[in-house]
């Protein structure tokens, strides 16, 4: 199976701000592995895995203009895997070529947010230069909750696989990577609230203006496919706390009628999440 076409480049505008996503690719993830206990008979009805078992998943970057800031939400899986990565996951490397196409500069960004540092979330952060790698954004701030790098050094048996030091010590090194305790204000109308259950220090990114709110929810729920309370993905190290998470992210998304953004989906880049019955919960396209 060869990837179907990833997520193309779109905007939408929240309040004052402009939102638009764009894709790394799309990359291989194992089914089971990405819906957790849930049955394969349940979750294929709703992806189809090719015949290794692996689903074609997206990497959705959120580029938001505040109108006085310019802020990059997650960098996709980059360009450094090792070429054994690179055949396991087969990533598409697209997301510099997907701003360029669109005349996003590099030095345009001024904040990167990492909403967490496993691989597929902060690739771009940095590139080879001969045997160094740099930040790719050379005058952005980048941000991370200082508990998630904490852990990424752990380098522990259950999850090292997913942390690659290159993509983020050369920023802490250089001082261009702020670390974060807890909930924070990035810019006016940009913060970050942290939401454990995938990671304990995974950071969700709020984003106000005017009357309007969007989330960029992140692995809490990383696709469409995932909005079920118990719908949590085997990668999670905390999966009580992801339910819980979902649970407070819910109370006010749902209501508040946020724009939400979905880091994985392939199809389905930001959508309104409705409950039109106890427990049920459905994604409503944005018009
Ligand atoms: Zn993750």
Redesign the pocket.
């Known amino acids: 199976m060869s990837h179907p076409p990833s997520i193309p480049t779109q905007s939408t505008t929240l309040g004052d701000f402009e939102l638009t996503v764009f894709s790394d690719g799309n990359y291989y993830l194992d089914g089971g592995a990405f819906f957790g206990v849930v049955p394969k008979v349940m979750w294929s009805r709703r992806m189809q895995a090719d015949e290794q078992n692996r689903l074609s998943v997206g990497m959705n970057s959120l580029l938001i203009r505040t109108g006085k800031h310019t802020v990059l939400v997650e960098t996709g899986a980059g360009n450094k895997l090792n070429e054994k990565q690179k055949q396991i996951y087969g990533n598409e490397e697209k997301l510099l070529a997907n701003l360029a196409a669109a005349k996003v500069a590099p030095d345009e960004i001024d904040i990167v947010i990492n909403t967490?540092l496993?691989f597929?979330?902060c690739g771009w952060n940095t590139v080879w230069q001969g045997e160094h790698a740099v930040a790719t954004f050379p005058k952005a701030k980048y941000y991370v909750q200082d508990g998630e790098l904490r852990h990424a050094r752990m380098q522990t048996e259950r999850d090292r696989v997913?942390y690659l030091a290159p993509n983020y010590e050369p920023l802490i090194e250089s001082g261009q990577m702020h670390l974060l305790h807890g909930d924070s204000e990035i810019v006016p109308g940009i913060s970050v609230k942290v939401f454990p259950g995938?990671t304990r220090n995974l950071q969700a990114v709020m984003i106000h203006s005017g009357a309007h709110r969007g989330c960029y929810i992140s692995?809490l729920i990383p696709t469409t496919h995932h909005l079920d309370l118990t719908w949590v993905m085997a990668?999670d190290l905390f999966p009580l706390e992801t339910i819980a998470s979902r649970k407070r992210f819910y109370e006010r998304a749902i209501p508040e009628q946020w724009l939400v953004v979905f880091t994985h989906d392939p199809k389905v880049p930001w959508a309104h999440v409705e409950s039109p019955a106890p427990g049920k919960l459905v994604a409503s396209p944005v018009r």
Request: glycine share 0%.
């Open positions: 967490h496993h597929d979330h997913s995938h692995d990668f």
